[in-house]
């Protein structure tokens, strides 16, 4: 069946570091997205492609990064963790265009000490 | 400024009574609503959708309203189920005009927690 996995789903890391979320998708969606969610915010768009070497940024993309090498991955980076990045980061993935459902993977939980 | 908005934050619903989980929204570019259920450590499951050319759609126990005028929409879920108890959030999306979270990124609600008792 195909799915949506994120690894990994727990992570502890250092404030400075840099850290990436790895997200792959067996759906062969085009579109693909991060998210993050936030008490008292429910979900918020980090970044997201259309499509091989397309990235765009979202409503909170700051401190953030991504890229496109292929149809299945779309890996997240943080350049340079900070306390305020502690989250839990959400990747989904859709079909191109029309319906707009998008479907979420497990989701990872990062702590930045 | 929030554009979604799921003003309770919990709902308690008995068992084999209908739940009804409401949302507005102040975009008026959005053109499509979704609404996600998510359970403790697990991503959110798609429930159900509805495009804004529509008043009412229907899948099983699940049905989602929308008043345009209003810029409301609201779930009901009859009978509900033990199951039922999770979070459940409410999505817009606005397609290529919509320049808050991005052409096809959804903007979500804060979601609303739903408690079904025995």
């Known amino acids: 069946d195909a799915e949506i996995t994120q690894s990994p789903r727990h992570k502890i890391t250092e404030t400075g570091r840099q850290v990436t979320l790895a997200c792959h998708q067996t759906?062969?969606?085009?579109?693909m997205f991060w998210y993050r969610q936030d008490l008292g915010h429910g979900l918020r768009l980090i970044h997201y492609?259309?499509?091989?070497?397309?990235?765009n940024k979202g409503e909170v993309s700051d401190g953030y990064s991504v890229s496109r090498s292929n149809t299945e991955d779309l890996p997240l980076t943080l350049e340079s963790a900070a306390s305020s990045q502690t989250s839990v980061y959400f990747c989904?993935?859709?079909?191109?265009?029309?319906?707009?459902?998008?479907?979420f993977g497990p989701g990872t939980r990062l702590t930045v000490t | 400024d929030q554009q979604v908005k799921q003003n309770s934050p919990s709902l308690s619903v008995q068992e084999g009574r209908i739940s009804i989980l409401n949302c507005d929204y102040t975009?008026?570019?959005?053109?499509?609503f979704l609404w996600y259920k998510k359970y403790p450590a697990e991503g959110p499951t798609f429930l159900i959708s509805i495009s804004s050319i529509k008043d009412k759609n229907e899948d099983g126990r699940f049905t989602v309203f929308l008043n345009k005028s209003a810029k409301h929409l609201s779930l009901h879920i009859v009978p509900s189920q033990p199951g039922d108890s999770a979070v459940y959030f409410c999505?817009?999306?606005?397609?290529?005009?919509?320049?808050?979270?991005?052409?096809?990124?959804?903007?979500f609600g804060k979601g609303t927690h739903l408690i079904i008792q025995p």
């Open positions: 759906w062969n969606h085009n579109n």
């Open positions: 999505a817009a999306s606005g397609g290529l005009m919509y320049s808050g979270g991005g052409a096809d990124g959804l903007t």
């Open positions: 492609s259309y499509g091989v070497q397309d990235t």
């Open positions: 989904a993935s859709s079909e191109a265009g029309a319906p707009y459902e998008q479907y």
């Open positions: 975009n008026s570019m959005f053109d499509y």
